[in-house]
């Protein structure tokens, strides 16, 4: 009994032993990270850019057979319920979204299996605005890339990169954004297989984004540049808003999918960290 009571003594002892160093500790981390922690703020003396259109039910999309306009669908309202709350549906192609690598390849990525660091890198914005003005088919050359490299440097590795071809100026009229002719083709401008392949394989991009409906030009009978870049684990970014409020180089990316288990791709927010005040 009084051995019992003496363990019982000491164990209660133990605990508050750590208790008391837990506290402390605990004390002593919350004193020394806080600064540490405020002067290493990631996102301190940066211009954060939205590269994300709102999605409504005039967004562009994929024009595939069962693919749909986006919907969103009051199910409770305020004055009936006391709440507000909405219901969406939309195919995963549609607005600012993010294709997997299993979209073309039989890749075992799907969307919510890329990993969180995939999703995060180094920004670099080409821009084909010019060409793509006078002609729709236009397409970034791997000539066009180094001469990127030779005003800018190298694509760092890593990078998320993408491709301003001013096609922003038609989002908000799908047909003459997606742009199809009599026959049915599409018409907007893309990546050229041989830049996307130079940009996967010898700079180890992330990610390749356009601000177009795909990343292969819209004449393309076969998706090249989709295979390639998800050949390889690496995801496509397409619809990109706001390219043109970005520098070439300099700044960094943030991509941020739904997390769809199985999906091919989704619906994606993308922000842009750009040093100092921005433009
Ligand atoms: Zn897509």
Same mark, same amino acid.
Request: without cysteine; charged residues 20%; hydrophobic residues 45%.
């Given at each position: 009994?009084?051995?019992?009571?003496?363990?019982?003594?000491?164990?209660?002892?133990?605990?508050?032993?750590?208790?008391?160093?837990?506290?402390?500790?605990?004390?002593?981390?919350?004193?020394?990270?806080?600064?540490?922690?405020?002067?290493?703020?990631?996102?301190?003396?940066?211009?954060?850019?939205? @590269?994300?259109?709102?999605?409504?039910?005039?967004?562009?999309?994929?024009?595939?057979?069962?693919?749909?306009?986006?919907?969103?669908?009051?199910?409770?309202?305020?004055?009936?319920?006391?709440?507000?709350?909405?219901?969406?549906?939309?195919?995963?192609?549609?607005?600012?979204? @993010?294709?997997? #690598?299993?979209?073309?390849?039989?890749?075992?990525?799907?969307?919510?299996?890329?990993? #969180?660091?995939?999703?995060?890198?180094?920004?670099?914005?080409?821009?084909?605005?010019?060409?793509?003005?006078?002609?729709?088919?236009?397409?970034?050359?791997?000539?066009?890339?180094?001469?990127?490299?030779?005003?800018?440097?190298?694509?760092?590795?890593?990078?998320?990169?993408?491709?301003?071809?001013?096609?922003?100026?038609?989002?908000?009229?799908?047909?003459?954004?997606?742009?199809?002719?009599?026959?049915?083709?599409?018409?907007?401008?893309?990546?050229?297989?041989?830049?996307?392949?130079?940009? *996967?394989?010898?700079?180890?991009?992330?990610?390749?984004?356009?601000?177009?409906?795909?990343?292969?030009?819209?004449?393309?009978?076969?998706?090249?540049?989709?295979?390639?870049?998800?050949?390889?684990?690496?995801?496509?970014?397409?619809?990109?808003?706001?390219?043109?409020?970005?520098?070439?180089?300099?700044?960094?990316?943030? *991509?941020? #999918?739904?997390?769809?288990?199985?999906?091919?791709?989704?619906?994606?927010?993308?922000?842009?960290?750009?040093?100092?005040?921005?433009?």
């Amino acid at each position: 009994m009084k051995s019992a009571v003496s363990i019982t003594l000491a164990a209660v002892g133990i605990v508050l032993v750590i208790a008391l160093a837990v506290t402390t500790a605990w004390n002593r981390s919350a004193a020394a990270v806080a600064p540490e922690v405020a002067a290493g703020n990631p996102f301190a003396e940066r211009t954060i850019i939205d @590269l994300t259109y709102a999605f409504n039910s005039n967004t562009p999309y994929w024009p595939g057979d069962r693919y749909t306009p986006f919907k969103l669908e009051t199910i409770a309202t305020l004055e009936q319920d006391g709440v507000l709350s909405k219901a969406i549906s939309l195919p995963e192609h549609l607005g600012t979204h @993010l294709d997997a #690598p299993n979209h073309f390849e039989r890749h075992p990525w799907s969307v919510e299996k890329i990993p #969180p660091q995939e999703l995060f890198g180094p920004g670099v914005v080409m821009d084909i605005s010019l060409k793509a003005e006078q002609d729709a088919d236009a397409v970034l050359t791997l000539a066009d890339v180094r001469a990127w490299e030779a005003a800018h440097g190298p694509v760092p590795d890593g990078a998320v990169v993408l491709l301003h071809t001013g096609w922003s100026r038609f989002w908000t009229n799908y047909a003459r954004y997606k742009n199809q002719d009599a026959q049915g083709k599409l018409h907007f401008p893309g990546y050229s297989a041989e830049a996307a392949k130079y940009l *996967v394989d010898d700079r180890k991009a992330k990610g390749l984004g356009i601000d177009t409906l795909s990343i292969d030009a819209g004449n393309s009978p076969d998706f090249p540049v989709h295979h390639i870049v998800n050949a390889a684990g690496k995801y496509g970014l397409e619809n990109v808003a706001n390219l043109g409020q970005l520098p070439p180089t300099g700044f960094h990316v943030i *991509v941020a #999918p739904m997390k769809i288990e199985g999906g091919s791709g989704g619906p994606t927010r993308i922000f842009a960290l750009v040093a100092g005040e921005g433009p």
